[in-house]
C-alpha cells in the first residue's frame, strides 16, 4: 500500500511559476513509476507528466511540453512537478500517482495509487 500527499498548490498570475511535490510512504519508493494528471472543472482527469521508477525517462503532454518539469526524488520519497510560465488554461486540480514498475505510465488504469489532489489557480 502506498500513500501520496500532494503539496505547492495555490493561486498564481499568468507566466508565474509553481512546483508541486508528492510525498510518498514506504520504502520501496524508487521501484514505482510517477505521474501527474490534473483535473479542470467540468472536464475529465487528463495525464500531465510521468517519471519513470530510475527517473531515467520521462514523458510529458503536448500542452505543457517546455513549461513543466517532471523529477523525483527518492531519498525523500517525493516526486516534484515544476511549473513554469503557467497559463490560465492550467488551472486544475493536480494528482499524483504512483504505479510499481520501471516504467512511466500514462494512462490513468495504470495508477493503483492516487493522492488527494491539490488545487492550482492561474489568473489572467
Known amino acids: 500500500q502506498v500513500t501520496l500527499v500532494e503539496s505547492g498548490g495555490g493561486v498564481v498570475q499568468a507566466g508565474g511559476s509553481l512546483r508541486l511535490s508528492c510525498v510518498a510512504s514506504g520504502r520501496t519508493f524508487s521501484r514505482y513509476g510517477m505521474g501527474w494528471f490534473r483535473q479542470a472543472p467540468g472536464k475529465e482527469r487528463d495525464f500531465v507528466a510521468a517519471i519513470s521508477g530510475s527517473g531515467g525517462s520521462t514523458g510529458y503532454t503536448d500542452s505543457v511540453n517546455g513549461r513543466f518539469t517532471i523529477s523525483r526524488e527518492d531519498g525523500k520519497n517525493t516526486v516534484y512537478l515544476q511549473m513554469n510560465s503557467l497559463k490560465p488554461e492550467d488551472t486544475a486540480v493536480y494528482y499524483c500517482?504512483?504505479?510499481?514498475?520501471?516504467?512511466?505510465?500514462?494512462?490513468?488504469?495504470?495508477?493503483?495509487?492516487w493522492g488527494q489532489g491539490t488545487q492550482v489557480t492561474v489568473s489572467s
Open positions: 500517482a504512483a504505479a510499481y514498475g520501471s516504467s512511466w505510465f500514462k494512462r490513468q488504469n495504470e495508477y493503483p495509487y
